[in-house]
């Protein structure tokens, strides 16, 4: 037996209990690197379905699959020890009913090992989450713009900028808090929407361009990272990798283009020396 203690992951009721505290902080895994950089500085880490644009270049979310989320759900758990890991339910693995939805979400329990999964809709989905709850699935919501949605959305659009918008997206945040789901996800919302909900329900809201009210904020790793091409309006830029990728590539080709890349510590001599013919 090791001596030390066996690191504790963060858990669903771990975040659920910060509600109105600290603020909770997130970022998008996808791969093994990003995660093991990531666990010890987040407290959770999402497996979004967003991977189907940033590591696929698809135009939406909506041809993800279940498959795609469990394998690099994989990958995520493998590279984590500490921190809560979320896996995203894809588009049509759980809105037709609470039954499919418990199928797929053990699927992704089982086959990936994570602590909870997130699912996008507000009052429609409040009869799954709770199914999903009483059944031993802890459930993080997601409202506002649900990219799942897009199509009917007519585009990637901010919610709740006309007033009016309110009360309906404000009864989709109060009805999944009220089914069990362990926090709520708020994105692109008016931020003083964002921020009357988070006063409002009894759930940890983690805001993506929503508000600095909320209780905790995610981003996806890639856009803060300045990895990805496009980002939406809410991103900050804490990083420059697409430079430095660029940098680090030319300076290779330039090494292969003067042979002088391998150098002699990256070459295997004979083991006993013996002249070549
Ligand atoms: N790389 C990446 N980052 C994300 O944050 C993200 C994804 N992909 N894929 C899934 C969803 C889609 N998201 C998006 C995508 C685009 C906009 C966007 O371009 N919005 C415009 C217009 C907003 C409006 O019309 O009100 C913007 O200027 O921000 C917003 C959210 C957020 N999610
Ligand atoms: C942006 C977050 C909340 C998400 O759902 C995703 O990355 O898929
Ligand atoms: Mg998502």
Excluded at 13 to 26: E, F, H, L
Excluded at 249 to 273: C, M, N, W
Aim: with cysteine; proline share 4%.
């Amino acid at each position: 037996m090791s001596a030390q203690k066996p690191i504790r992951r963060v858990t669903a009721a771990d975040i659920r209990a910060r509600k109105g505290g600290d603020p909770i902080v997130s970022l998008t895994a996808y791969h093994h690197h990003t995660a093991a950089i990531a666990d010890e500085i987040v407290d959770f880490l999402l497996v979004g379905d967003s991977l189907g644009m940033v590591m696929h270049g698809l135009e939406t979310t909506i041809p993800v699959t279940l498959e795609m989320m469990i394998l690099q759900g994989q990958a995520v758990m493998r590279g984590s020890s500490r921190a809560l890991v979320i896996v995203d339910m894809p588009f049509g693995s759980y809105e037709a009913s609470p039954q499919e939805a418990f199928r797929s979400a053990a699927r992704i329990l089982k086959e990936t090992g994570a602590g909870a999964v997130k699912l996008e809709g507000g009052r429609r989905m409040a009869d799954t989450i709770r199914f999903l709850v009483e059944r031993g699935v802890p459930v993080m919501a997601h409202v506002g713009l649900t990219p799942q949605s897009v199509l009917a959305l007519g585009g990637f659009k901010s919610q709740g900028r006309d007033i009016n918008e309110w009360a309906a997206i404000e009864a989709d945040a109060k009805a999944v808090a009220d089914a069990g789901a362990f926090a709520v996800v708020l994105e692109a919302l008016a931020e003083p929407l964002a921020a009357k909900i988070t006063k409002q329900i009894e759930v940890p809201t983690i805001g993506i361009g929503a508000s600095a009210a909320c209780d905790g904020q995610i981003l996806v790793m890639e856009d803060m990272l300045g990895l990805s091409d496009r980002t939406p309006k809410f991103v900050k830029r804490y990083g420059a990798l697409r430079d430095h990728i660029r940098s680090a590539l030319s300076s290779y080709a330039a090494d292969v283009r003067a042979r002088s890349f391998p150098g002699q510590e990256h070459i295997y001599e004979l083991k006993t020396p013996k002249a070549a013919e």
